[in-house]
């Protein structure tokens, strides 16, 4: 499991990193709905990265343990 964690974590830092640099990319539009939209979205991007990094092999391991 520490192998393909390894290798998943890899892999979405590479997707959530690019993913967010393109939202933030809108930031630099003059039609503010969509300058708000990409600040808020490229935000929200690497929150969720963290969050699924954190959580989800804990969460994974409680389950296969206690259910």
């Known amino acids: ?5 390894r290798r998943g974590v890899r892999a ?3 997707t959530s990193s690019t993913t967010a640099v ?3 990319a ?3 539009s003059e039609i503010m709905p ?3 939209f990409g600040i808020f979205t490229g935000v929200l991007i ?5 969050l699924v990094v954190m959580i989800m ?3 994974v391991i409680y389950y296969e343990n206690k259910i």
């Not at 499991?1 to 964690?5: E, H, N, R």
């Not at 690497?46 to 963290?50: A, C, D, E, L, R």
């Open 12 to 14: 979405m830092t590479v």
């Open 57 to 59: 092999p804990p969460a």
């Open 22 to 24: 393109a939202f933030f």
């Open 46 to 50: 690497p929150i969720n990265f963290f």
């Open 26 to 28: 809108n930031a630099f």
């Open 1 to 5: 499991m520490a192998y393909a964690f």
């Open 34 to 36: 969509i300058r708000a």
